[in-house]
Nanobody, 116 residues
Framework: VQLVESGGGLVQPGGSLRLSCSAS????????MSWYRQATGKERELVAR????????NYADSVKGRFTISRDNAKNTVYLQMNSLKPEDTAVYYC??????????WGQGTQVTVSS
């Protein structure tokens, strides 16, 4: 199993970023996927998750209405569109092969920094 995140960077408050997670080594369309984040000095937290068919999604209260998780099973990729970014969204963002619970399979993470 390999998960590779990309798309992070430095953005001003109110800006947008789109994260991607390219997956390989398993049957992607059979598994739900999740995005987590970890800010410095804090525990890793669930941001959003999507079921295997992309029909069901869930979001942390802190990102509802601003972030959208989606997936393309033909491309083995899960996305996280982040709009109206806030400084408190600054963290390393990770994708995970899992839906109800995080699995042991994590990507290397991508840094998102929201700052003026």
């Amino acid at each position: 199993v390999q998960l590779v995140e990309s798309g992070g960077g430095l953005v001003q408050p109110g800006g947008s970023l789109r994260l991607s997670c390219s997956a390989s080594g398993f049957t992607f369309s059979s598994y739900g996927m999740s995005w987590y984040r970890q800010a410095t000095g804090k525990e890793r937290e669930l941001v959003a998750r999507i079921n295997n068919l992309g029909v069901t999604t869930n979001y942390a209260d802190s990102v509802k209405g601003r972030f959208t998780i989606s997936r393309d099973n033909a491309k083995n990729t899960v996305y996280l569109q982040m709009n109206s970014l806030k400084p408190e969204d600054t963290a390393v963002y990770y994708c995970n092969k899992g839906y109800y619970f995080p699995s042991d399979y994590w990507g290397q993470g991508t840094q998102v920094t929201v700052s003026s």
